[in-house]
């Protein structure tokens, strides 16, 4: 079993919609849950983080962490085609520095 | 402000050379972290150095690989005996502090590839 589990996708919305990316993640003494964002051809770049059960919004973007069930999702409300990109879930099983363990990433398509 | 640096952006090498990898991190951060990202894959940690000191090297994949940040700043990763399984990109990340609130900031990364 993977560290951190992503559905590879792609995930397609039409604009407007919400998009739901889902993250499922083995250890249990995992610290802090991050999202981050790559486009095709760049660098992953930071959308969220979350630390405590519940949710976490910042614009668009709602982060859910239910350490219980050992899952972290993204919701990405209002849809635009420039959110297209992999979205990567990263999981810090540390307590020091920020050891991030990655999933593989969901693509997720949105069509105008 | 300039974000992390990383040179060269592309490499291409025979096997059995040896390469070394710069990354030039932003500016006042103390937190530099090596990842390795094959195709379609998410980063993986390889490396991760506070100030000088490196703190933890689980993630190298074997004693070819190795890495130093001799001042605290610029780091260089450095692969000895390449081997094509060594390809991927080569990413390079810092962050302000070292807890787990501060963002890592990725720098464009080096793409190895050894032929």
């Known amino acids: 079993q993977k560290e951190v589990e992503q559905n590879s996708g792609p995930l397609s919305v039409p604009e407007g919609a919400i998009a739901s990316l889902n993250c499922t993640y083995s250890?249990?003494?995992?610290?802090?849950f991050f999202w981050y964002r790559q486009y095709s051809g760049k660098s992953p770049e930071l959308i969220m983080f979350?630390?405590?059960?519940g949710d976490k919004e910042d614009g668009r973007f709602t982060a859910q962490l239910n350490k219980a069930s050992q899952y972290v999702s993204l919701l990405i409300r209002d849809s635009q085609p420039s959110d297209s990109a992999t979205y990567l879930c990263?999981?810090?099983?540390?307590?020091?520095?920020?050891?991030?363990?990655f999933g593989t990433g969901t693509r997720l398509l949105v069509s105008p | 402000g300039a974000g992390v640096s990383q040179s060269p952006r592309y490499k291409v090498t025979k096997r059995g050379q040896d390469v070394a990898l710069r990354c030039d991190p932003i500016?006042?951060?103390?937190?530099l972290y090596w990842y390795r990202q094959a195709l379609g894959q998410g980063p993986e940690f390889l490396t991760y150095?506070?100030?000088?000191?490196?703190?933890?090297k689980s993630g190298l994949p074997n004693d070819r690989f190795s890495a130093e940040r001799p001042e605290g700043s610029i780091s260089t990763l450095t692969i000895q005996r390449t081997e094509q399984r060594d390809s991927a990109m080569y990413r390079c990340?810092?962050?302000?502090?070292?807890?787990?609130?501060?963002?890592?900031?990725f720098g464009p990364g080096t793409r190895l590839t050894v032929t």
């Open positions: 990340a810092s962050s302000y502090g070292q807890g787990g609130s501060y963002e890592q900031y």
């Open positions: 250890d249990r003494g995992s610290q802090s």
């Open positions: 979350i630390y405590s059960n």
């Open positions: 990263a999981v810090n099983m540390n307590t020091g520095f920020q050891k991030l363990v």
């Open positions: 500016s006042g951060h103390v937190s």
């Open positions: 150095f506070n100030y000088e000191a490196q703190q933890d």
